[in-house]
């Protein structure tokens, strides 16, 4: 549905809707309008179940440690206010993170008077085992929770969470992960991740519409959950109970269009009828590519080591030089390419997102674009 | 969009959105999907500043106090968590309040130890000084705040809330008045209401998409404010910042569809082109001959001694022997009608919703169901 004028090569912020996936949301919308006494009072569990068992089967976890939630963020606030942190406490993350997500850490750390870390991992990323050390060294006896995200906003790395989670889990150490960017861009299995909390969104690269994420809260953590919004979810609700306190009370926070959520299971059909793994690499190889022309053009380190660690989306280093905000317009303006330009931790960035309906054209495209910029520039 | 085979008579719970109003929100959402960066990352501030100014004309308010929420419980959660309550802190509310909001202020008196007053205002309602003496019954030196339906859910009462919030002004208590229902269904007027915090829904009387909720808070209270779901808002933005910290806080909360809240625009528009007021008129004197008649028919004594006190939905008394659960079942399998049936504070009632899409004809065959249903019942 995106519009064809433009080169969209920024997938990674708010993903894009098929056509399909887009049918099946506008439907359920008409479907709540057409009884909404019936819809949201009397059938709505039962889709949400059912949309619920679709992406547990499709992340690799119990449906009902799985609750559907706007976005990732909201999910991070839930388990932050949850936590009911006292001046005692750290949460340490990486300088890797999120800022909206950060930004939720360090409201809720000012508020409770507990502390926030912020562990440097640097770049380039040579292998896990150094990110594992880097990240270690801001745990403390204090250290109540480790977030970290499954792939990184501002730099694209993915990391590694299953070991992470392993090693804090030895040392009762919570694990939180911040899968945002991760579902339908890298494989996401949640058992075998471990975390604690885990959330993400399908509405970046699962293809689902927008206001579609979930968390997933393991079954033994569940009882520290609060609701966030309090509605008839809590106290335990008599009437529409699911029979889960957790559920009730992250499900129900009043009338609101449930149609991202409940296109989820359309959206994952998608993914499967389009045999999505093949896109995936092909895309990915787009992008080593294009990772490599841009080493060459601009002779600066790249940020990843191997090409592992990237996936769909990855971190360019730009010139120190440049002017990202001037770059960012200049590309739209003068290109019409949609493509984020930041500076992160002082080192200026292009995010490229490589996504099924982007071609090797395109990336060309930028290539060349970005190299008269450059020339221009200097 | 309803489905023409049901007697729609719940309107109050959830709204019904009429054709033009829909395709208006499809447009939003097409939009959204056309250019994501674009529409979220970039205009989105300007649209939603629009949806405010044609809200706040509205409701007369100023648009830089109004803030669109998906509900009006969502917006009740922002103010109680955002109090910071002592154990030294009293709210005080009535028993017609919203189960929603009532689980609410439980949730956080119960998480700050402060305490929540449910003070009896007694049926039926005979004038708003009663009101007002029964409900500041419940004053003492602690209560930092009066929480008080505009419309009350499970009573469908006017409450006199301009009086009580001028009151409350004089005895130095905060207000707070939960406008789910009023707005759309009579005038409101947030100048001369003059609550401290106030929050409504579109989607129910203004016939805005589900997920359109607001909330207004005055000018000299918004320092009070806190996120509650933190994100770029806070703390107070570089880029993307309307120059406010109270909308900043409120409206960033991620990703999500927008597209009920900007549509609220077109749902004005439409009660304009459809002079609403005759049809209220019209909805409210078809309600008040229901209301007549069921007294007649059931001989109970009724909510409400004038008719001031309703205007497009009421609460009709039951016979002291109805099963609700089975007669609200049996009107909807029966006879295809949706109109909900409950018990309030012991006493079965039947809540009647008329709103323009309704006809005398479908109100005459409810009270037929109605004595048919009790003549069984008997």
Redesign the interface.
């Known amino acids: 549905?995106?519009?064809p004028d433009?080169i969209?090569l920024?997938h990674g912020?708010?993903?894009?809707?098929p056509v399909p996936v887009?049918e099946e949301?506008?439907d359920w919308?008409?479907k709540?309008?057409?009884?909404?006494?019936?819809f949201?009072?009397r059938e709505l569990q039962n889709y949400l179940k059912h949309a619920r068992e679709c992406l547990g089967k499709y992340l690799n976890a119990d449906p009902d440690d799985l609750v559907y939630v706007?976005?990732?963020?909201?999910g991070v606030?839930i388990v932050?206010r949850s936590l009911n942190l006292t001046p005692d406490d750290e949460i340490l993350m990486t300088n890797h993170e999120y800022?909206?997500c950060e930004?939720?850490w360090?409201?809720?750390c000012e508020k409770t008077r507990s502390r926030l870390r912020r562990q440097q991992i640097t770049l380039p990323v040579n292998d896990e085992q150094e990110i594992m050390e880097q990240l270690w060294q801001g745990v403390t006896d204090r250290t109540r929770l480790i977030f970290v995200s499954h792939v990184s906003s501002p730099t694209a790395i993915t990391f590694p969470v299953e070991r992470i989670c392993a090693r804090a889990r030895q040392c009762g150490i919570l694990t939180f992960v911040d899968g945002a960017h991760a579902p339908g861009q890298i494989n996401v299995d949640l058992q075998a991740i471990g975390a604690d909390f885990y959330v993400g969104?399908c509405?970046k690269w699962m293809l689902a519409?927008?206001?579609a994420?979930f968390i997933h809260v393991r079954r033994e953590n569940q009882t520290l959950i609060?609701?966030?919004?309090?509605?008839?979810g809590?106290?335990a609700a008599a009437e529409h109970s699911t029979g889960s306190p957790f559920l009730d009370y992250l499900q129900?926070?009043?009338?609101?269009?449930h149609a991202?959520s409940l296109s989820v299971p359309a959206a994952i059909h998608f993914l499967g009828d389009y045999k999505w793994e093949e896109i995936q690499r092909s895309c990915h190889a787009m992008l080593a590519g294009v990772i490599e022309a841009m080493g060459e053009l601009t002779g600066l380190e790249k940020v990843y080591s191997r090409s592992s660690f990237y996936q769909q989306m990855a971190a360019l280093t730009l010139p120190e030089q440049v002017d990202v905000v001037h770059m960012k317009e200049h590309l739209y303006n003068k290109n019409r390419i949609?493509i984020?330009c930041y500076r992160w931790e002082e080192r200026p960035i292009m995010r490229l997102s490589v996504q099924g309906y982007n071609t090797q054209q395109e990336l060309q495209y930028l290539l060349s674009a970005v190299e008269q910029y450059l020339k221009q520039a200097a």
Chains 1, 2 share one sequence.
């Open positions: 549905m995106l519009d433009i969209f920024n912020s708010y993903g894009a809707t887009f949301y506008r919308q008409i709540l309008e057409r009884q909404p006494v019936l949201l009072g706007p976005n990732a963020t909201f606030n932050a800022g909206a930004n939720t360090w409201f809720i969104n509405h519409p927008k206001g994420g609060e609701p966030i919004i309090v509605s008839w809590w106290p129900n926070w009043g009338t609101r269009d991202a949609e984020p």
